[in-house]
């Protein structure tokens, strides 16, 4: 969630949907790690545009569940050394 989104809420919780977008790229970001071996891998990976993705970013794709599932399943083909 951007911080001025936070900031202008003041102290009041997140959506239901801003909760689950969170969980889903934190969770995300610590498979890119653990997929690629350091937080700046995972960093770079996920800013950059794919052509698994139709050239958008991991991040632009897992603002949904269904796009985060296909930034997933890449990530699981890296882990096994399949083609991506």
């Known amino acids: 969630v951007p911080k001025t ?18 969980e889903r790229l934190a969770r995300l970001f610590l498979h ?3 997929a690629l071996g ?3 891998d995972a960093r770079t990976f996920l ?3 794919h052509p698994e ?6 991040l632009d794709a897992a603002v949904t569940e269904l ?5 997933e399943d890449i990530l699981h083909a890296l882990e ?3 083609p991506v």
């Open 5 to 22: 989104t936070l900031a202008r809420r003041g102290a009041g919780r997140l959506t239901r949907e801003e909760s689950e977008r969170t």
């Open 80 to 82: 096994y050394g399949l």
């Open 38 to 40: 350091s937080e700046e």
């Open 67 to 71: 796009g985060g599932r296909r930034v």
């Open 32 to 34: 890119a790690v653990a």
């Open 53 to 58: 993705l139709d050239g958008r970013t991991p």
């Open 47 to 49: 800013r950059r545009p």
